[in-house]
């Protein structure tokens, strides 16, 4: 019944009415009285073996075939950009977040290269630490991006979603301990030149952000890996 109300839908015919200049084909006034014209011809239904029939009538037996199979190739254009099934949703989330992250870490990247100061300059322990809390950071909020998709077509009771949940509480837990660890190192950092501290807060943010966008692109890969498994939802 949904891919049948897709293929009913004025983003389906309009397609279809612009592809085969069906205003022109039917001598219609308005776009409105195209759309009531081609309605009366086709007929779209479905049965009780799960299979949909489209049927065009037309005065060219060659024409009605070709709007006939238009009509699935436009529904399959339109599912590609819909967001139908679990792994499409997360698809289309990840992405979203992946670019987000993208421009995150270019600006943090840009941000590290103004301090002027190369990454030779600072290889000493206190950088390692930055590097370490600021993976860790990034991986907490990853895992709460990852949580939040999850709530949006799993219930909190399924377990998967227990799973994360406490993927995410263990990861809290090892941040609030390299936080604890790292507060030395970053006392010393502050009393060094301020273009090193400059430099570290800088390259705390930028790995941040690099690891961030790391795990988002996993999580995109991986709902791209799954929608294709998914295979054809629409076979002819």
């Known amino acids: 019944d949904q891919y049948i109300a897709f293929m009913k839908s004025n983003a389906v015919q309009d397609a279809l009415i612009e592809q085969f200049k069906l205003k022109d084909r039917y001598e219609a006034d308005t776009l409105t009285d195209t759309r009531k014209e081609l309605q009366a011809n086709v007929r779209i239904a479905s049965g009780k073996d799960g299979l949909m029939s489209v049927e065009v009538d037309d005065k060219d037996p060659q024409f009605a075939a070709t709007l006939a199979n238009a009509h699935v190739q436009e529904l399959r254009v339109l599912m590609g950009k819909l967001a139908v099934t679990e792994a499409q949703q997360r698809r289309l989330f990840f992405e979203k977040q992946l670019a987000q992250a ?114 988002f692109a996993k999580q995109y890969e991986l709902a791209r890996v799954d929608e294709s498994r998914e295979g054809a939802v629409i076979q002819v």
């Open 102 to 215: 993208k421009d995150n870490l270019t600006a943090a990247e840009v941000a590290l290269k103004g301090t002027g100061i190369s990454d030779s300059v600072l290889k000493s322990n206190p950088a390692s630490a930055v590097a370490a809390v600021a993976s860790l950071k990034a991986q907490v909020t990853a895992q709460e991006v990852k949580v939040g998709a999850m709530r949006g077509y799993l219930a909190e009771s399924a377990p998967d979603f227990k799973q994360a949940m406490a993927e995410l509480a263990n990861l809290r837990a090892q941040l609030a301990k390299q936080d604890q660890g790292d507060a030395p190192a970053s006392t010393g950092a502050q009393a060094g030149k301020d273009g090193k501290a400059d430099y570290i807060t800088n390259y705390r943010n930028f790995k941040y952000y690099e690891t961030l966008y790391e795990l």
